[in-house]
């Protein structure tokens, strides 16, 4: 049981250069999301997914896009990346287990863009 | 408003004490989460403890006990006899609404310094 895992755990970009987060989860939960965190601040919600197929948006989704065709999996997509988006990405898990919510992280990608 | 306000920027605390760090939290939803995660230095996001608004009585998970005083929209982490390993940054977070479909909201976290 493995929880979140997400890939890289590093990456530096050019400006204008794409690229994808992946992030998958082993724990059947419906609820996948992003967060982004720069330096001094907490987490801000990017994307969120309520289920395979099923996408919104959160707080900061300028510049990312999102998609879910499976439960596990719940890639993040920079189509066109720019120096704002240096920052710290965590991908999220939830559920509602024995009657009590439970949102797990994972391990985050810290993303320099030059 | 702030959904999330955590007021401690930093706390510096002796070994063994207890601690304290506060949390406020602005909703008009009768249902929601509460939710505390510790960051260490090394930067990942661990779970810590979940209170929501129905629960009648505050959250416990070991060493960690969640003061919830829904009138005062408050909730507070307690941490018992604090140890060297409990320094980081905590946050608060709050889910609005059921399931948890919303994601999370955080607060900008309180830097906790546990001193020998």
């Known amino acids: 049981n493995a929880g979140v895992t997400q890939t890289p755990k590093f990456q530096v970009l050019k400006t204008g250069q794409s690229m994808t987060l992946q992030c998958a989860q082993d724990?059947?939960?419906?609820?996948m999301s992003w967060y982004r965190q720069d330096p001094g601040m907490g987490l801000r919600l990017i994307h969120y997914?309520?289920?395979?197929?099923?996408?919104d948006q959160g707080e900061v989704p300028n510049g990312y896009n999102v998609s879910r065709s499976t439960t596990e999996d719940f890639p993040l997509r920079l189509l066109s990346a720019a120096p704002s988006q240096t920052s710290v990405y965590f991908c999220?898990?939830?559920?509602?287990?024995?009657?009590?919510?439970?949102?797990?992280f994972g391990p985050g990608t810290r993303l320099t863009v030059l | 408003a702030q959904k999330i306000t955590q007021t401690q920027p930093g706390m510096f605390v002796q070994e063994k004490e207890a601690v304290t760090l506060d949390c406020t939290y602005d909703?008009?939803?009768?249902?929601?989460?509460l939710f505390w995660y510790k960051q260490p230095s090394s930067g990942e996001m661990i779970f810590l403890i979940y209170?929501?608004?129905?629960?009648?009585q505050n959250a416990t998970e070991g060493r960690y006990s969640l003061n919830f005083q829904k009138a005062r929209k408050s909730a507070n982490l307690v941490i018992s006899a604090s140890q060297l390993g409990d320094s980081a940054m905590y946050f608060c977070?709050?889910?609005?609404?059921?399931?948890?479909?919303?994601?999370?909201?955080f607060g900008k976290g309180t830097h906790l310094i546990i001193q020998p």
């Open positions: 999220a898990s939830s559920g509602r287990v024995g009657g009590r919510d439970e949102q797990f």
């Open positions: 724990m059947n939960h419906e609820y």
């Open positions: 997914s309520v289920g395979a197929g099923i996408t």
């Open positions: 909703t008009s939803d009768p249902s929601y989460g």
């Open positions: 209170q929501g608004s129905y629960d009648q």
């Open positions: 977070a709050m889910r609005e609404g059921g399931g948890g479909a919303d994601g999370l909201t």
